[in-house]
């Protein structure tokens, strides 16, 4: 819940704009989402123009309303590069996603409301369906870091700000200037971003649960705001480099031992399982008129 009374009532006149551009996703009109978006952007900048002068709390709360409208944006953009076979495209949305997320619960103090838990634990199982283990990791000697605000050295006693923190609605950040060689590229499993990855062909191999939840939209199986979570099983099938012989022969699989004490039992082999999980949700539950700000 927003603390100020007008960012409130901001986010209420937003709502059934929000609201119908949860639909609009939901049934795959992005196009229609997208400028549900853009009136929300002209009102919200409207208010922030008129609130110029405003205090610091007004300001940086308008900022989180933002973000809130950016993370609808990149949601419906991952769906839509997923219902359209982009897989690396959506990979990107879906950490942009994941950003803007991050960003409005830090700012709103962590607060926890149905429609983001929603959105966090969905975002979580889609990372589950891409291929994705090992990230790059860049490092570069750098000359100096420049402040988003005052444009000082962030790392020197000139710059008062932060990183990371909010000033009248702006976010402090530091732009690397001067930018020297690279000094190493690392492979690690926890970077901070998860954009810098191995590239994939769209119709390879490696995003085949992707493209099922691709199968299960366009057949219209499962709806975006229907997709719950992935459930892991041990399942046993028909092993297809499995050869009947004489028990007494050299097995097939060239190890040198007779077939009866090599593969004459490896008939059915075990393998990983995922199921993708549905569970119809409803929007006006997870966005309900009593919400408030999230």
């Not at 402040?147 to 790392?155: L, N, R, T, V, Y």
Request: with cysteine; charged share 25%; aromatic share 12%.
């Amino acid at each position: 819940m927003f603390s100020t009374e007008q960012v409130n009532a901001l986010f209420q006149k937003l709502r059934l704009r929000i609201l119908h551009a949860l639909y609009q996703i939901d049934g795959l009109c992005f196009e229609e989402c997208e400028k549900d978006l853009t009136e929300m952007r002209a009102v919200i900048n409207a208010h922030g123009q008129s609130w110029h002068s405003e205090i610091d709390e007004v300001l940086n709360e308008v900022y989180v309303v933002n973000r809130f409208v950016d993370l609808l944006s990149s949601y419906s953009t991952t769906w839509l590069n997923i219902s359209k076979k982009k897989y690396s495209a959506s990979w990107g949305s879906l950490q942009s996603s994941m950003d803007h997320l991050r960003s409005v619960k830090k700012f709103t103090n962590g607060t926890s409301s149905i429609i983001l838990d929603f959105f966090e634990n969905q975002l979580i199982e889609l990372e589950k369906l891409y291929p994705y283990k090992i990230f790059v990791s860049m490092g570069a000697s750098v000359e100096w870091f420049e402040c988003s605000i005052c444009g000082k050295d962030m790392d020197s006693l000139e710059c008062e700000h932060i990183k990371g923190e909010l000033y009248r609605g702006k976010l402090a950040y530091a732009t690397a200037k001067k930018i020297g060689s690279i000094d190493h590229v690392a492979m690690v499993k926890y970077p901070q971003d998860k954009r810098c990855v191995i590239q994939y062909d769209d119709d390879g191999p490696q995003f085949k649960l992707v493209r099922y939840v691709t199968d299960l939209l366009t057949t219209k199986t499962m709806s975006p705001f229907s997709f719950h979570h992935l459930e892991y099983s041990k399942r046993m099938e028909t092993n297809p480099d499995f050869r009947k012989l004489p028990r007494n022969e050299k097995c097939y699989c060239g190890s040198g031992k007779k077939f009866k004490k090599c593969c004459e039992d490896k008939k059915l082999v075990e393998f990983d399982h995922v199921d993708i999980v549905p569970r119809k949700t409803e929007l006006s539950n997870i966005f309900p008129s009593s919400a408030g700000a999230p």
